[in-house]
Structure formats: C-alpha cells, structure tokens
C-alpha cells in the first residue's frame, strides 16, 4: 500500500472518530423525572430517617446532585402545575385540587410542549391532576403518551380502573408497580430515540394501602419521634406510609436497573422529587409543618438528579431552589429552547449542578409558598410566614422564634417582597371559572367523571372529597345530573353512562340532552355490586371514597354542535325505589 493511499485511510479514520464523537456530544439526554405523591422531605434514608430504607433514591443522591434546601407548593396541584410551566401556580389559575381549581390554563407552554418540539417522544404515567378533558388533558399538553388518572387521588389503588389516552381502561396489581411497568415498557419501546418520561406517582397519598411484602416490616414498627398526642390510627397511617415510601423506592430501582442494562445511564437525566410536605406528622426533620401549610415543613421537599458524567457525583447544592427551576434546568441542559414561553419564574440551575459558583440572581432570590390564601417567603437564610413573623431557618426549623425584631431591616424587605408578588401574581385572573371543555375535532374520547358534576335535589356524593366519588341517592325524577361543558366543534357522539342499579329498579330509562339534542336509554341489566377497597387499607381513610365495579350504558348519535351549555343527564321514569348511581360519563366521537 502507496504511503498517499495509507495517509488516506488515517484521515478517514480520524474522520470517522471524530464523527462519532461529534454525534455522541450532539445526542440529547434522556430525562426520566419521578415524582411522588405526600412523600416529605424526611421520608428518606439519604435524609436521617432510621425508620425506613430508600437505597435507589439515596444511590441518585451519591451518584449526582442533592438539593439541601428545594421547595415545592403545599399541595399536589399547584406543585405539579409549577413543575410543567416554570411559572407560579396562580399565573396558569391553579386555584384548587378539584372541581375544575386543578386546570392549568391552555395558554400556559409545558416542558413537554418543549421537549415534544425538540424531537423527544414524551410520555407520563400517573396522577396528573391538571386537567382531565382534552386539551386541559396530558395529551393535549405535549404528552404523546398518557396512562393513569387524571383527578387528585383515588379510592383503591389495587387492580384500579384507569384511563390510556382517554379510554377506559383497568389497572393490573399495586398502581406504583403498574405505573412503573408501563413506563419501562415505554423506555424500551424507545430506546433508539431520545425520551422525556414523567412518573408521577399517587402514593404516599391516602388512601393507605400498599403490598404485604412491604407493609410487613412496619406492621408493629415504633413510630420514630411520634408526637404524644397521636392516636393510634394515626401510628398505622405512618407505618403504611413507609411501606409505600419503600415500595416507591423499589420501583425507582426497577427503572435505574433498566437504564443499566439498556447501557443509557450515561445518556439520561433522572431527577426525584415530591410535591408538598408530609400526609401527617411523622419525622421530618424537626421543621414545622405538614401538607396543606406554607411553613417549612409543608413545602420543603427533597430533590435529587443524576446525569453520570456531566453532573459530579456526591455534589451538595445548599442555594435554595425550587420546582418553578426545573423547566428552565432541564431544558437547558438538555439543550432545548424555552422559546414561546411566558416569562418564567424559575431559573436554570445548571452552573449549580456543574459545580460551578452561583451567579448573584441564585444567590439573591426569595421563593414563594401559597395556597388557601396564606403566602410564605423563603430567602437563602429565613423565612416570613403567614403572620409575617421572621425564623432564621439554619437555627430555628421549628419556627419558635421570632426575630422580626431584631432584623427589622430584613423584616420590611420579605414583607415587601411578599405583596408585591401578591399584587402581581393573584391579578384579575385569578380563580377564573371555565366550564369543562368536550368536542374538540382533533382528540376522540372524553371522560366527564362525577367529580366536575353539578346535581340537584337529594343527589349526593359518595365522600365528601369529590376527586374519586360516584354519585347516589338519586331517588327523584325531578332531579339530574349536569356538566356545564363548552364544546370546542361540532361532531356525533356515542356516550356510555358507568352506572350501577338495584335488581328492582330495573327498567329505568334515561335521557342525555345538550341544547336541542337528545338521546334516550334504558336499564335493562341490574348492577350492584359491592363498595370495595376497605379490605386494602392500612389505616383509616381521610376522605377517599370507596369504588365499585360498574356495568355501561350506550347513548347513540348524540349531537353536540360548537358553544357552552349543559350537558344534562335526566330519568324518565322511576320503576322502583331508587335510580342509578353515576361513576362517569365517557364520549366516543363518531363523526
């Protein structure tokens, strides 16, 4: 071989190296991010808590980045609404956990919208509680894929009835497990191709139930540093919390293992967080407050995130953060734009997660807690609460000390802080009724669950919490059941009616009516079966409603034709004592 033919093959060599170099640098990450349901920040072992192992969460922890200080919202909806805008939770009108409150507006950009856009397949399994009919819907907010529930709990979490892409569809086993399962099977399916999975679980969320391999260990554990005034009850409400915090953690490991053997460890960002304090007081650390409070202990939640070669192992970021910063982080280090967004209220962390120093806007910033018109302030160092009382909360994470008075300076400043977001951020938008969107000609199927309900005379909820309810006792063809809904273009619906009827109210017929267009049923088939979840729990329910099984009901050829009104679900007769019990009504477009 010539000496022009070997220099020839050399440089196509180095060609070809620095090819795939260049391809290897140039490939995006993928991002798998968990987040869990209730869980507080001292519901892990990386944490100090003796009473429970969480090795896989605490390996993200040795093997990346840990935040000290990350705050998240007070309850689900809001933190979950933070996470997929990088912007306050009242700017996209998340005002409550239910009837509606839960919807993140339309006009709000998601990480997903963002990610989808770059070429990533996107795909979430779980609790999604920002909106159940589409576009408020996963699919409707860049998720290409969604299996899950879309409501703010559930009422069993064994062999659930769930919902794939707005269908129907039932659970198999433990629903962290399940969830878990579908997300692997996903990651496999698109191994080839850069992913953005997001596992939102429901657990440690009530109600409390969980799998005997992971309850027995608890089963009569001392409770580590339980308050004298706890009862009973509430002991078993923390054992079965751990087990869940155990069995969350086993299912993070399933899905590190999987990155392993796919050999994409090296090519994935994977973050742990929760999204509000602990579902009771158990250990956390001495800090104040639990779920639903803006003080310290309601909000802060651990954080966690690895990308093994890019963010050193083992690192410790003491700067306060929060999930209104994972959008800009995760896109930015993943090297998507956040082009079209509105402005965020977060900020990139990623100089913070390459060990780089802090730049003076992360070094300066305060973050807001909110919710039940009560606000919180955090800086680096304290925090203004709702009475506007100041803790130094490297000292003080009980809060029993006020120090307003000897920081008046500091004082004046967070309260200042504190009403101007106030005053900028609840503008007039702030708690804007919308009815509940049906009909749009891009997406199929539609569930109105008997959460968004609206009923008249004695009809009732099953529980006083409407996320997972049915509703009963209706026994007056004088009342109905309603949805005020606005449908978005006309089209030709087929609706099953989820019911259940007693054996000797058998011949009911029905009617289901929008505007000037009707369609009429009849029960033909008895269907009542027993209220079951009871025999899963751990501890005493706080608001959950039992589940049953139900049989449907076919209304053809209703018409909907574009524009608000209400979509009204009415009895014709009454053959017996009672009428049917309503779980749901699911459209299927025809045309």
């Not at 770059?118 to 819907?137: E, L, R, S, V």
């Not at 029993?400 to 005053?423: P, Y």
């Not at 029960?523 to 039992?546: K, Q």
Request: hydrophobic content about 35%; glycine content about 8%.
């Amino acid at each position: 071989m010539s000496e022009k033919m070997m220099l020839t093959k050399i440089l196509s060599l180095v060609w070809f190296v620095s090819l795939c170099f260049s391809l290897a640098a140039a490939k995006k990450p993928n991002v798998v991010i968990f987040l869990s349901d209730d869980q507080g920040w001292g519901d892990l072992s990386m944490n100090g808590n003796y009473s429970l192992h969480t090795p896989n969460i605490d390996l993200l922890a040795r093997e990346g980045a840990s935040f000290d200080r990350f705050f998240v919202q007070p309850v689900c909806a809001p933190t979950r609404a933070e996470f997929l805008t990088g912007r306050y939770h009242p700017r996209g009108n998340v005002f409550d956990v239910s009837l509606g409150g839960e919807r993140l507006d339309l006009d709000e950009v998601t990480i997903a919208d963002l990610f989808v856009k770059a070429g990533y397949g996107t795909a979430a399994f779980g609790k999604w509680h920002n909106g159940t009919q589409y576009p408020y819907h996963p699919n409707g907010r860049g998720f290409q894929e969604y299996y899950g529930f879309c409501s703010g709990h559930w009422g069993n979490y064994f062999d659930p009835m769930l919902e794939h892409n707005g269908k129907p569809v039932q659970g198999k086993g433990f629903i962290t497990d399940d969830l878990t399962t579908r997300a692997m099977e996903y990651i496999e399916l698109n191994k080839e191709k850069p992913f953005f999975v997001y596992l939102p679980y429901c657990t440690p969320h009530s109600p409390m139930q969980v799998p005997d391999k992971f309850y027995e260990k608890f089963a009569n554990m001392p409770v580590r540093d339980c308050p004298p005034a706890v009862k009973a009850a509430e002991i078993n409400h923390t054992r079965a919390a751990l087990a869940m915090c155990e069995n969350i953690d086993w299912n993070v490991g399933r899905v590190l293992n999987q990155l392993r053997e796919l050999k994409l460890e090296q090519d994935t960002i994977v973050l742990y967080f929760s999204d509000n304090g602990p579902n009771g007081y158990r250990w956390n650390g001495g800090m104040r407050g639990k779920k639903g409070s803006t003080d310290e202990g309601g909000v802060r939640s651990p954080l966690v995130m690895r990308w093994s070669g890019v963010i050193p192992a083992g690192i410790e970021i003491t700067n306060i953060a929060g999930a209104i910063d994972l959008l800009p982080t995760l896109a930015d280090l993943a090297g998507v734009s956040t082009k079209g967004t509105k402005p965020l209220d977060g900020v990139s962390l990623k100089s913070l997660l390459l060990g780089k120093s802090a730049s003076s806007l992360i070094q300066n910033r305060m973050i807001m807690a909110h919710w039940a018109n009560k606000f919180s302030v955090r800086s680096q160092r304290y925090r203004l609460d709702d009475k506007n009382r100041l803790y130094d909360m490297l000292l003080d994470p009980a809060q029993s000390n006020d120090i307003k008075n000897q920081e008046q300076a500091l004082h004046l400043e967070m309260v200042n802080v504190k009403e101007t977001w106030r005053s900028d951020v609840m503008d007039e938008q702030w708690r804007t009724e919308r009815p509940f969107t049906i009909g749009n000609a891009h997406y199929q199927n539609y569930l109105l669950p008997a959460r968004d309900a609206l009923f008249t005379g004695g009809i009732a909820r099953s529980a006083k919490a409407p996320n997972c309810s049915f509703l009963t006792n209706w026994t007056s063809i004088e009342d109905s059941i309603y949805y005020e809904v606005e449908v978005e273009d006309d089209g030709i619906y087929d609706v099953e009616l989820y019911y259940t009827c007693k054996a000797e109210d058998v011949g009911i017929e029905l009617s289901l009516s929008l505007g000037s267009s009707v369609s009429k049923a009849k029960v033909t088939e008895a269907h009542d079966p027993p209220l079951t979840g009871r025999e899963n729990d751990r501890a005493d329910r706080e608001s959950e409603s039992y589940v049953k099984t139900y049989k449907t009901l076919l209304f053809k050829d209703l018409s909907l034709k574009a524009g608000s009104g209400k979509l009204e679900l009415k009895a014709l007769n009454k053959p017996g004592h009672a009428l049917v019990d309503v779980r749901w009504l699911y459209l299927k477009r025809k045309a």
